[in-house]
């Protein structure tokens, strides 16, 4: 059985799905579109779903804590399902700390194999749980922000958090 919920970041002025399972946060989906939600997770875990903001407002609470700046780390079970390239980016990216960056080049090269810059990119690109998984900290090896699936204005407002935070501490 997988549990949904839909949910509003006021920071952002938009809402986001989030989803998990008996073993964990399994899916968060960056657009508010249910339809796109539902064609997406059902696609990557084919199970039950049903709606239950109750069993997800642990997890609902800390994200929205993360986007008003009290929350650095979360703490919550993830359930991750990936070839085994996708999954060591993915642990590597789980690495990365609040208010860092790492290039593309990097997280290849930590995931096991320094030329796949473009199959890391991609492993980004498809994270499951972005936002807990931080694919917003990869950038470019030149600096520049790179890509992000909730879009640009996104990730800028989330490296902006960090960094904010970081300099308050």
Known sequence: MIFYSKFRITQLKRSFFIAKNENGVCYISLS??????????????????????????????QIKEYFAGKREYFNMKVYLKGSGFQTAVWRELANVNYGETVSYTELARLAGNKKAFRAAATCCAVNPVPIIIPC??????????????????????????????????
């Open 32 to 61: 508010g579109d249910k339809n796109r939600f539902m064609k997406l997770i059902k696609a990557y875990l084919p199970d039950e779903m049903k709606h239950a903001t109750f069993e997800l407002s642990e997890e609902i609470k």
């Open 136 to 169: 917003h900290r990869v950038i470019a090896k030149d600096g520049s922000i790179g890509g992000f699936g909730g879009g640009l204005r996104m990730k800028r407002k989330m490296l902006e958090i960090e960094n904010i935070n970081l300099k308050k501490s």
